[in-house]
């Protein structure tokens, strides 16, 4: 059960092609770093891919529960 003050209006939600461009930029930097240490460009993509992917669904499902609820705020 969601138990929150709902005297205070919720913050706007951060634009979603904002955090999708930031969680692409961090997983070419955590790429690159992985391509430095191994040497590697197949372990590279695969671990740039993993953190893009974790981080882009967890933002996502936060976005949505976000922007349901001011959903709901607004009725």
């Known amino acids: 059960m969601d138990v929150y003050d709902d005297t205070k209006k ?5 634009p979603y092609y904002l955090t999708v461009t930031i969680i ?3 997983g070419i930097v955590v790429g690159l770093l992985q391509l430095l ?3 590697k460009i197949s ?5 740039g891919s993993v953190i893009f992917i974790c981080a882009l669904l ?7 529960l976000r922007k349901k609820r ?3 705020l607004d009725k």
């Not at 919720?10 to 951060?14: Q, R, V």
């Not at 372990?43 to 671990?47: F, G, K």
């Open 10 to 14: 919720p913050k706007k939600p951060f």
């Open 24 to 26: 692409a930029f961090i």
């Open 43 to 47: 372990d590279a993509i695969i671990v």
């Open 37 to 39: 240490y191994s040497g």
């Open 58 to 64: 967890s933002f996502t499902y936060a976005h949505y």
């Open 70 to 72: 001011t959903e709901q």
